[in-house]
């Protein structure tokens, strides 16, 4: 099956300042990739994705891209705020192939330093 | 339009005791999934669901159960609880379809705590 590992696990950075968190997966079948963001306490919720036929997409301060290749993809967040403190978490799924499972990473912790 | 809900938000329960964790969404979304989420895991597929009485296991089934008989229902029982099985539980629904590629709207959670 799919296997997504994420990093980094943790990372503090000063406001304004970008984030990067990236991705690996496993299987070269994956054609979609997600992203979403967990407030404390609260339910995740997508923010931005990705599909294999595209490299790279962006959304305002946030963008993610795709090297289908290396089997990597990476979130890119710029001029960073506080409310950007969250728990974010990749995902890979084989959309379409008759199953819409997602495969998440681990999470990383980001925290904005005011 | 109340979206996804989940009850209860919060449960205790002893060990060997049924549970169950009911999930309602209103969308008329074609698959449901349940999740677990622990510190260090992420979020973890336990079951899920392509329609109504379609049920498929994720990559943490053991020791949990799930039907669907109605489309907008997607209960979750723990037959038998053990406290491993202590997490907070997320629901999730997608429209499905085709070849669309679709968001999972995930429900507000429920934790779990068994003594």
């Known amino acids: 099956g799919e296997n997504v590992e994420q990093h980094p696990s943790t990372l503090s950075v000063q406001e304004g300042d970008s984030a990067v968190i990236k991705c690996t997966y496993s299987?070269?079948?994956?054609?979609?990739f997600p992203w979403y963001k967990q407030e404390l306490g609260k339910r995740p919720q997508l923010i931005i994705d990705?599909?294999?036929?595209?490299g790279e997409k962006k959304d305002q301060r946030i963008a993610v891209t795709l090297n289908k290749t290396a089997k990597h993809f990476s979130l890119h967040i710029t001029e960073t705020q506080p409310e950007d403190s969250a728990v974010y978490f990749c995902?890979?799924?084989?959309?379409?192939?008759?199953?819409?499972?997602?495969?998440f990473g681990k999470g990383t912790k980001l925290s904005v330093i005011p | 339009d109340a979206g996804i809900t989940q009850s209860p938000r919060y449960k205790i329960t002893e060990t060997g005791r049924q549970v169950t964790l009911m999930c309602h969404q209103t969308?008329?979304?074609?698959?449901m999934f349940w999740y677990r989420q622990d510190l260090g895991h992420g979020l973890r597929l336990i079951y899920y669901s392509a329609a109504a009485d379609i049920t498929d296991k994720g990559e943490v089934p053991d020791g949990y159960v799930v039907s669907r008989s109605k489309t907008e229902n997607f209960p979750l029982t723990l037959e038998s609880a053990t406290r491993s099985q202590t997490s907070v539980y997320f629901c999730?629904?997608?429209?499905?379809?085709?070849?669309?590629?679709?968001?999972?709207?995930f429900g507000p959670g429920t934790r779990l705590t068994v003594l």
């Open positions: 995902a890979a799924s084989r959309a379409g192939a008759g199953s819409y499972q997602l495969t």
């Open positions: 969308w008329s979304h074609s698959y």
């Open positions: 999730a629904s997608s429209l499905g379809g085709g070849t669309a590629y679709n968001e999972q709207f």
């Open positions: 299987d070269s079948a994956s054609n979609y």
């Open positions: 990705i599909r294999s036929n595209v």
